[in-house]
């Protein structure tokens, strides 16, 4: 079974505090996508990490992707109440377009 | 334009309707995808159609149907569902061919979230 394991599954801080979501396998995997989704909405997709070792930053998230493409991590600095919601993280491995998706992180950032 | 658009938003169903799902994007991208998402769980597939041929369908009970009429339409034909089914059904496009690893990047739409009674 092909595993990607998301931690933590549930996150509540205050507004201003820094985060930081892991998704973890022992897989490797060709790309890595991150998501965010709000309630009754699909996943919007934030960023895709292709290299190991590669870094992304997107505004206050930073993604990264472990040197040997098997693990990646997003960071949030200053965590603001619009960054509630559920971050996904899916890995690809070149099998037809099938995504293994870890079980989501839902983040609440109270004001 | 990365937009893959979904009708409708909502729809409520009896058991015994039939209904549709529709799913458009004009990405120019090869690959679209079905998913059904229960609340705060991640989506799960359910078909695959690459290059407008069906290439993988993840054991749907037959009462889903898909079709891809053209590159850039996907419907997916509901009929005798279960209270069950209630979820939001997803549809994703992804550019596929070829290219670096990034054409494995899937674009979702906003879903249509099912009610059946």
């Known amino acids: 079974t092909q595993l990607l394991e998301q931690s933590p599954q549930f996150l509540s801080i205050q507004e201003g505090e820094n985060l930081t979501v892991y998704c973890n396998s022992s897989?490797?995997?060709?790309?890595l996508q991150w998501y965010r989704q709000e309630p009754g909405e699909g996943p919007v997709l934030l960023v895709t990490v292709v290299t190991g070792g590669e870094v992304k930053k997107l505004k206050r998230l930073t993604f990264q992707f472990g040197d040997a493409r098997k693990d990646s991590s997003l960071h949030i600095t200053a965590a603001q109440p619009g960054d509630t919601g559920l971050y996904l993280c899916?890995?690809?491995?070149?099998?037809?377009?099938?995504?293994?998706f870890g079980q989501g992180t839902e983040l609440s950032v109270k004001p | 334009d990365t937009e893959v658009t979904q009708t409708p938003k909502h729809l409520v169903m009896g058991m015994t309707n039939k209904k549709s799902l529709k799913c458009e994007q004009h990405?120019?991208?090869?690959?679209m995808y079905w998913y059904k998402q229960k609340a705060k769980k991640p989506p799960e597939l359910m078909f695959v159609?690459?290059?407008?041929?069906?290439?993988i369908n993840e054991s749907v009970p037959s009462r889903f149907s898909p079709e891809c009429p053209n590159s850039s339409l996907l419907n997916l034909h509901l009929h005798a569902l279960q209270p069950e089914d209630s979820a939001l059904y997803l549809c994703?496009?992804?550019?596929?061919?070829?290219?670096?690893?990034?054409?494995?990047?899937?674009?979702f739409g906003p879903g249509t979230r099912l009610l059946v009674l």
């Open positions: 994703a496009s992804s550019p596929m061919g070829s290219g670096g690893m990034e054409r494995e990047t899937q674009y």
């Open positions: 899916a890995g690809a491995r070149n099998q037809g377009g099938k995504l293994i």
């Open positions: 159609y690459s290059y407008e041929k069906l290439s």
């Open positions: 897989s490797v995997f060709s790309s």
């Open positions: 990405m120019g991208h090869r690959a």
